[in-house]
Structures are given as C-alpha cells and as structure tokens.
C-alpha cells in the first residue's frame, strides 16, 4: 500500500530542491500532484519526470507572493483532481546577506512577501478549499532559523519565525474539521539555495556554520520523507508541530 494513494498534493517551489525531491517523493508514492513554481521551465520538467516514471502531475506558474496566482494553483487542483489533501508550502527565498543597518528595505519587502505572505494565502485558500472536501494536510517549510536565528539574514529568520506562528493559530482554528497544519524546520539541505548562500563572503557577518550533530549535509530526500509522513495518515494525530529535520542542528550546544 503506498502512503498517499490517490490524494491530491500541491507542492510550491516544485521546479527545485526541497520542493522538486518532495514532489517525485509523493508521486512515488501514489499522489496526484499539482507542481507550482516561477521557474516554468524546470517545474514543468518535474512534472514531466514524474510522467514519465508513469505518475500523474500537472504544473502550474504560480508566484506565491500574488494572491491571484496562488487562488488558481488551488482551483487546479479541484478542476484537475477534484479536490486537495496535502499543501506543501514549500517556496521561499532566502533574500540578501547583509546586517541590520545596511539591509536593503526593498529586500525586506520582498522576502516578506514571498516567505510569509505566501504561506498565508497558501494556508488561506487551501483551507478554504478543505473544508469544502473534508480535511486535509497542510506543511510549509520554515527554517531552523526560525529559532536560532542566522545572522545576517534578519527578514529571512523573521519570515520562518512567523511561518511557525502562522502554523500554530491555522492547527487550533481548524482542529476540529479534520485540517491538520505542520511546518518543518530544515537544517543545512544540499539545494541550490544553500550553494548560493555559501558562496556569499560579507565582511560583517558570520557566515552559518556547517554544526549540525551528525555528519555530512542534509539532503533534499530527507525532508521529502519528513513531509510525506506529515502529508499521509501515519501522522493523522499531529497537529501544530514544528519539526525540525536537521541533523541535531538545534540540540547541539
Ligand atoms: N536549503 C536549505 O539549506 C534550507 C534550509 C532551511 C530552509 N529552507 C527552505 O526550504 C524551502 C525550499 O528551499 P530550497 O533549498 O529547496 O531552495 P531552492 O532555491 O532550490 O528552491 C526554491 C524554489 O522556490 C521557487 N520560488 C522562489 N520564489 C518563488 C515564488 N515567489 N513563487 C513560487 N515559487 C518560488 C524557486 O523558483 C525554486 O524552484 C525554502 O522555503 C527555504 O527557505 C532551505
């Protein structure tokens, strides 16, 4: 029996990392899923991945960050699957590395408006259409950041933090009709966001160190698996977590 067989999952920032290993994960697994991204070209080649290997995806062009598009990355899924299950709100950008005083306000605006006001619209509007279908899951990503803190990248930690307080008020409103809300917490993930962020060398600020617990980075793979389990009936009792998937990232001293 597969986890997700037959549910119908939207997964933003399909195109890439996180996003792109979670969607092949679930389409493994059985799920229907509708792929969101700016990036058309290298969502669409996700969905034709998926395809190929025999499962069923379709792609959508969504910006997160416009209440237009993510309305319609949802009203694909119910004119294409008749419905949704699982809401990955996946898509985030880390924004520029640079301290306080010297952060650019634009930036600040942007982050914000992709990293937070996103998932709230992405919760928003899959809630909407759950509570038309019976219930559902809904996991976005936040960051360790969100409780560390990374400095140099204010907007971007205060986004995460905000996703986990987001995540926790969507759990109780919506408990009692069966819409469970989750985040996970990445670590150090080996995607082409972390190579970018490496590659940044300021010279006002730390640059996030590799500290995770157990050796080696973390792989895209591994939060697949972390939100195929919170997407399938396996977590049918968990609601309102943050889950970190971080090597003991957040327990090391
Ligand atoms: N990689 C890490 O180390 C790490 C750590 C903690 C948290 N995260 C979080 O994981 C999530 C996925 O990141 P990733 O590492 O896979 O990054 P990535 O850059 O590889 O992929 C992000 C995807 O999101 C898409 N995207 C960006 N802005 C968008 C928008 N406005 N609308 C729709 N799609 C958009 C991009 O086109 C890309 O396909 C992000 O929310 C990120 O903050 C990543």
Redesign the pocket.
């Known amino acids: 029996m597969m986890l997700v067989q037959d549910k119908v999952a939207v997964i933003?920032?399909?195109?890439?990392?996180?996003?792109?290993?979670t969607a092949l994960r679930y389409a493994e697994e059985g799920a229907k899923v509708v792929a969101?991204?700016?990036?058309v070209e290298?969502?669409q080649a996700t969905v034709d991945e998926i395809e190929d290997d025999g499962g069923e995806a379709t792609f959508v062009e969504?910006?997160?960050?416009?209440e237009d598009?993510v309305k319609e990355m949802i009203e694909t899924a119910v004119s294409e699957y008749g419905g949704i299950d699982v809401l990955f709100n996946?898509?985030?950008?880390?924004g520029p590395l640079s301290t306080f005083a010297d952060y650019d306000m634009d930036s600040f605006d942007q982050v914000v408006?992709?990293?937070l006001r996103?998932v709230f619209m992405g919760i928003k509007y899959g809630i909407e259409a759950m509570l038309a279908d019976g219930g559902g899951s809904i996991i976005s990503?936040?960051?360790?950041?969100a409780d560390s803190g990374v400095m140099g990248r204010s907007a971007?930690s205060a986004t995460?933090a905000g996703v986990n307080g987001m995540t926790r008020v969507a759990a109780m409103e919506y408990a009692e009709d069966d819409i469970r809300v989750n985040t996970v917490?990445?670590?150090?993930?080996?995607?082409?966001?972390?190579h970018?962020?490496a590659e940044q060398k300021p010279d006002r600020v730390t640059r996030f160190e590799v500290s995770e617990a157990m050796q080696g980075k973390?792989q895209?793979e591994r939060?697949a698996d972390a939100v195929l389990f919170l997407g399938s009936d396996l977590s049918a009792r968990i609601t309102g977590v943050t889950l970190p998937v971080d090597g003991g990232f957040l327990i090391k001293p």
């Open positions: 933003t920032g399909a195109a890439s990392g996180i996003g792109e290993s969101a991204d700016v990036d290298a969502g969504t910006n997160v960050a416009e598009d996946n898509a985030g950008i880390e408006a992709v990293n996103g990503t936040s960051s360790i950041a971007y995460k917490l990445p670590g150090i993930v080996e995607t082409p966001m972390h970018r962020a973390g895209p939060l």
